[in-house]
T-cell receptor
Framework: AQTVTQSQPEMSVQEAETVTLSCTYD???????LFWYKQPPSRQMILVIR??????QNATENRFSVNFQKAAKSFSLKISDSQLGDAAMYFC???????????FGGGTRLMVKP | KAGVTQTPRYLIKTRGQQVTLSCSPI?????VSWYQQTPGQGLQFLFE???????NKGNFPGRFSGRQFSNSRSEMNVSTLELGDSALYLC?????????????FGPGTRLTVT
């Protein structure tokens, strides 16, 4: 079974600064998908960014980018120019190509200081 | 397009009762997955339905069941409620065609068991 670990329960960043959230996973599969989801307080979970394991190029979505290290089974999220609206719980998730089940990490609570 | 909707949004039940939660996916999405979110266990996969068939099931007791209708709407049922069933229940829908495998989450149903 796959496992996803987020070692930082809480992180803090100053507005306009850059922060990196860590995620590691364990799998024996060679093909899979990785995601970062954002869950603001009392609001629904939204997809931030996705990465296909077969792609070597790191995914980027505006201020959000990932550092995907397949051999190290690491998938970190970098948020540039942090904004107050980035404050939320961030979940790293793994999806096997067989099936649609997401395995989530425990989450990282990101606080943004003005 | 309307997003994933879940009803009811909040529910209070007593131990031993049963409860049914409803999820309406994004129009055209045929896959619906359910997740349980608790502070202690985090986000855990319950089950996934695709074209009215259960494709995957998580490690939950048989008290948790679900179904999907021909219009892709899904319901989950929990019988003989226990205090530990108090959680946020999230539904996610997915298109599952070609590269479209992203899951879109609903706002959740907050279930409190007293």
């Amino acid at each position: 079974a796959q496992t996803v670990t987020q070692s930082q329960p809480e992180m803090s960043v100053q507005e306009a600064e850059t922060v990196t959230l860590s995620c590691t996973y364990d799998t024996s599969e060679s093909d899979y998908y990785l995601f970062w989801y954002k869950q603001p307080p009392s609001r629904q979970m939204i997809l931030v960014i996705r990465q296909e394991a077969y792609k070597q190029q790191n995914a980027t979505e505006n201020r959000f980018s990932v550092n995907f290290q397949k051999a190290a089974k690491s998938f970190s999220l970098k948020i540039s120019d942090s904004q107050l609206g980035d404050a939320a719980m961030y979940f790293c998730a793994y999806r096997s190509p067989a099936g649609n089940m997401l395995t989530f990490g425990g989450g990282t609570r990101l606080m943004v200081k003005p | 397009k309307a997003g994933v909707t879940q009803t009811p949004r909040y529910l209070i039940k007593t131990r031993g009762q049963q409860v049914t939660l409803s999820c309406s996916p994004i129009s055209g999405h045929r896959s619906v997955s359910w997740y349980q979110q608790t502070p202690g266990q985090g986000l855990q996969f319950l089950f996934e339905y695709f074209s009215e068939t259960q494709r995957n099931k998580g490690n939950f007791p048989g008290r948790f069941s679900g179904r999907q209708f021909s219009n892709s709407r899904s319901e989950m049922n929990v019988s003989t409620l226990e205090l530990g069933d108090s959680a946020l229940y999230l539904c996610a829908s997915s298109l599952l065609q070609g590269d479209s495998y992203e899951q879109y989450f609903g706002p959740g149903t907050r279930l409190t068991v007293t």
